[in-house]
């Protein structure tokens, strides 16, 4: 069971649950033994987070075992990379999947640039897009200019 704690969207802890919620999702799943699929999401000029890891997320799956890193290295790239701002994604966490403003932000974003996806995230399959409202349940609302976003002179990748 999940706790109640709330996280600041994009924080090494928030990180480490999204991460927890996938792994969680996928062991439900009952992946197939074969499968093996890595997806990376950069935060774009996130700050580091840990000496030579990014503000982003690494989830694999290895013959069907699912794992994840918080934080990425400035090239890292998975079969399926995501790239989003920090303010893009806050924004996306905050919406339940029943609300029509989630595909109006995500198309906004991905029309300015501020979010990309490289390879196709149906891959992972349904259970991976059911976890977006466990996601957003345990993202505390907060304004954009939260721990989460780089303090001035962080240095840009």
């Not at 890193?69 to 966490?93: C, F, K, M, Y």
């Not at 609300?99 to 891959?123: K, M, N």
């Not at 897009?129 to 939260?146: M, Y």
Request: hydrophobic share 40%.
């Amino acid at each position: 069971m999940l706790s109640e704690t709330t996280y600041a969207a994009g924080s090494p802890d928030w990180l480490a649950m999204v991460g927890e919620v996938l792994v969680t999702a996928a062991r439900a799943a009952d992946l197939p033994a074969d499968l093996t699929l890595s997806l990376v999401e950069h935060y774009i000029d996130g700050p580091e987070i840990a000496p030579g890891l990014f503000q982003g997320l690494r989830f694999d799956i290895t013959n069907g075992v699912p794992s994840f890193r918080a934080g990425v290295r400035p090239s890292e790239a998975g079969d399926i990379t995501i790239h989003v701002t920090p303010e893009v994604a806050q924004r996306l966490n905050q919406i339940y999947t029943s609300d029509p403003t989630l595909a109006q932000v995500q198309q906004a974003a991905l029309a300015s640039g501020q979010f990309r996806v490289e390879g196709d995230p149906s891959r992972l399959g349904a259970w991976f897009a059911a976890t977006h409202d466990a996601i957003v349940s345990r993202t505390a609302s907060s304004s954009l200019k939260g721990p989460h976003t780089a303090p001035p002179n962080t240095p840009k990748r």
